[in-house]
């Protein structure tokens, strides 16, 4: 926020495009120069100033006619104006008598003072006499005053334009390189905007960037608002009177902490002068596992209940800058084990950096549901020892993997999409373990048992165990595991053929019978050439990963559209056949639910705290949905939470353009 200046302050900058701006100081074109300057000088002056610009020998050689009003006096809008002094492109003559006629012309009516800048290289070439020029003008009682910077000159030319100076009311300012130029365009522009209330900020010390607030005392309604920064104060062109005056420390983490200064009187002819101090400590937390960091969102909350939030990355901590005070610590392995450390309360003191790691001492737990020797779809769930659930279903392709804190957890596993059974079994992790369980459904339930394994002395030990059987022999395995597939195909086979003669499965249509036969059969149900009225975008049994949501599954020479699950076209009988729905919205939901995951890590890189509880809505949309799933709710009830819920992660994954 830039200074506010008082109503009516008025500026125009008479600006030299003569083909002399070529001209080097240093090695640097001078109008190279003038340009970043300008820039600078723009981009510092107050919101509501009215500016103009007007500039001579930009267009035409030889021409003491070029000269143009590039932006008249009015209301400023820097992005234009730095755009216009970009484009001026040095050609011509030195018409500076003309350039100030122009100006003169434009604020003759006006009955507030407007200020006159004249940034010149040069000594006039077309007209004689602009010092008696400008005094003419002042004699005519125009309401003007004209400084004028002499940009890397001397002798009769500096001369000149000192008198120019002198006859407008005004002060001139030598500038010989580009650190005079900007000293003299910021003293100009304060002459401009007379200030009468100054405040600034100082933290532990040191200049501080503030946010400065004028207020009515009987109102409380806002006046005026600018920034302090650390090289300039906040300036405020204010009537006489009394206000009160807040200044806000905005970049400490969420709290915006304030000081307020009351009754301040303020008068026409003098400066008041305000400074706030301020007292902050520095919070660092870093996440540890296996001896780094890692990325981890933590809380910081104070005793009156304000909460903090900041993640810590793979090479930074989380770091707060806090008032001084008792904050209590959480940190939360997002992506990892999910669990929640506390780490106590910390006194925070001005001045000082408390750093405090938090040494998450992960395990890693690996669940094989086998059938036939096969991994298959499993629902698998892990209870922690505060009773919190956690699922992962296994797949055809990969088990289910948790990664947890040390402890004893119960799991369970049901094979949700086939006969319904379940296993059961406790398991104990020790830190730095990966545990990898083989649980054969072909194999009775075993009793129950909490005993750990003995683990290799290792910090990455890796222990091997089968529930509910012996090690399983892989090679006999493999071939009942043939034998099995080959005989299963076969009375699947018959048992379509079947469906479709009672017209349970609609039978082929002569495009479907034309199309070749989708080959692949992924075991949820549905044997290679079974129709089953869903497109082939939508292939029963065919994996459905996450570049498939939100994605085209057609091909190069189709129209490309989005996949949306409320358009699938199911059969009531497919619930029946495979329970080919079911099956896709369960993956369809562990897909969405792994994007969550990387939309909630995105969001800590791109400091999105706004989206998170957006995330954890949608997380509960998923667990609806698992609970639909379970209580073989309706087909409608599951298609249209699983629409509802793919909108939704869509939507925040654009926000988050990943």
Request: proline share 6%; aromatic share 6%.
């Amino acid at each position: 926020m830039a200074n506010a200046a008082s109503p009516g302050s008025n500026l125009i900058l008479i600006f030299d495009a003569s083909g002399s701006m070529w001209g080097q100081i240093e090695g640097k074109a001078k109008i190279t120069i003038a340009k970043e300057v300008m820039e600078g000088i723009v981009n510092d002056l107050p919101d509501d100033i009215n500016v103009g610009l007007t500039a001579y020998g930009h267009r035409r050689k030889g021409d003491c006619d070029d000269l143009e009003t590039l932006i008249p006096l009015g209301p400023i809008d820097k992005q234009a104006f730095i755009e216009k002094i970009k484009a001026i492109n040095p050609k011509g003559k030195t018409p500076m008598l003309r350039s100030i006629r122009l100006t003169a012309e434009a604020i003759k009516h006006l009955e507030d003072e407007t200020t006159i800048l004249l940034v010149s290289d040069g000594k006039e070439t077309c007209d004689p006499e602009p010092c008696a020029f400008v005094a003419e003008l002042k004699a005519l009682g125009i309401n003007f005053v004209m400084h004028v910077v002499g940009f890397d000159v001397g002798g009769e030319t500096e001369e000149e334009l000192k008198c120019m100076a002198a006859a407008g009311d005004g002060e001139y300012f030598p500038a010989s390189n580009a650190d005079k130029l900007k000293e003299a365009l910021a003293t100009v522009i304060e002459k401009t905007v007379e200030k009468n209330l100054k405040v600034s900020a100082l933290l532990n010390g040191k200049p501080l960037d503030v946010q400065v607030v004028v207020l009515n005392p009987q109102t409380g309604e806002e006046v005026m608002q600018g920034q302090s920064t650390k090289t300039r104060p906040a300036s405020f062109a204010l009537p006489p009177g009394v206000f009160d005056v807040k200044v806000i420390d905005a970049w400490v983490q969420d709290s915006h902490p304030h000081k307020l200064f009351e009754a301040v009187e303020v008068t026409e002819n003098d400066v008041t002068e305000i400074t706030a101090k301020f007292g902050a400590g520095r919070l660092e937390i870093s996440p540890i596992k296996e001896g780094k960091l890692f990325e981890a969102p933590v809380a910081v909350k104070s005793l009156n209940g304000l909460e903090y939030h900041d993640q810590s990355t793979l090479t930074k901590p989380a770091s707060f800058d806090l008032g001084e005070g008792v904050y209590r610590i959480s940190v939360r392995d997002a992506w990892g084990s999910k669990a929640v450390m506390d780490l106590g309360e910390v006194t925070v003191i001005p001045g000082e950096t408390i750093k405090k790691e938090a040494v998450f001492e992960s395990a890693v737990l690996e669940v094989s549901p086998i059938r036939n020797g096969k991994l298959f779809y499993a629902a698998v769930e892990l209870t922690k020892p505060d009773g919190d659930v956690i699922r992962n279903d296994s797949t055809e392709n990969a088990p289910s993997k948790f990664e947890v804190l040390p402890g004893v957890y119960s799991i369970e596993i049901r094979d949700d999409w086939g006969d319904k059974s379940k296993r059961t079994f406790k398991v104990e992790i020790k830190a730095g373990e990966t545990v990898r369980k083989t649980v054969d459904f072909e194999a009775p339930q075993q009793p129950e048992t909490s005993e750990a394994p003995e683990a290799p002395p290792s910090s990455s030990a890796t222990v091997e165990q089968a529930a509910g059987s012996s090690a399983p022999d892989v090679q006999a395995i493999q071939a009942q595991a043939a034998a099995a597939q080959a005989q299963g195909m076969a009375q699947l086979q018959a048992t379509a053929d079947q469906l479709k003669q009672a017209g349970v499965v609609p039978k082929e249509s002569p495009a479907q019978a034309a199309a070749p036969a989708n080959e692949t059969f992924s075991g949820a149900g549905v044997p290679p050439g079974v129709q089953t009225g869903i497109q082939p975008r939508a292939q029963v049994g065919a994996r459905i990963d996450e570049d498939m949501i939100g994605a085209s599954g057609t091909g190069a020479d189709e129209e490309e559209e989005d996949y949306i699950p409320s358009k699938m076209p199911y059969n009531q009988e497919e619930w029946t056949l495979g329970r080919v729905y079911p099956l896709q919205a369960r993956r369809n939901s562990d897909t969405l639910n792994r994007r969550l995951n990387t939309c909630e890590e995105q969001a800590g890189k791109q400091d999105r705290p706004d989206l998170l509880p957006r995330i954890e809505a949608a997380r509960s949309q998923v667990e609806a949905l698992n609970k639909l799933l379970k209580k073989k709710a309706p087909k409608e009830a599951i298609q249209e939470a699983l629409y509802n819920l793919s909108e939704e992660v869509m939507d925040i994954y654009n926000t988050l353009a990943i």
